[in-house]
């Protein structure tokens, strides 16, 4: 599975981003999806995940009511819909794909979110 990630920029304290991840090379249908990010200096972080049959949600602590995960299988993707952003979620995002019931196997190149405050 190849990942392509998009939607990242620069943006102010307290506005919206939507983050996107294509998949190709197979369906995503069976994966769990997922996003992590990454600031700088720190390590790579979980940030969401939907399950594969879209019935079940989780999220970071530090983003909860603030993110939004969200799958198309149809578009083989996973979307983020960022709301109230904070100089905090500054971070490369990456997207992620879990074959149920392995591990994260497989990741995205990243795109760049910046918040100013």
């Known amino acids: 599975v190849q990942l392509q990630a998009s939607g990242g920029g620069l943006v102010q304290a307290g506005d919206s981003l939507r983050l996107s991840c294509v998949a190709s090379g197979r369906t995503i249908v069976s994966y769990d999806m997922g996003w992590f990010h990454q600031a700088p200096g720190k390590e790579r972080e979980f940030v969401a995940r939907v399950r594969w049959s879209g019935d079940s949600r989780d999220y970071a602590d530090s983003i909860k009511g603030r993110f939004v995960i969200s799958r198309d299988n149809a578009k083989n993707s996973v979307y983020l819909q960022m709301n109230s952003l904070k100089p905090d979620d500054t971070a490369v995002y990456y997207c992620?794909?879990?074959?149920?019931?392995?591990?994260?196997?497989?990741w995205g190149h990243g795109t760049q979110v910046t918040v100013s405050s």
């Open positions: 992620a794909a879990k074959p149920v019931p392995d591990s994260w196997d497989y």
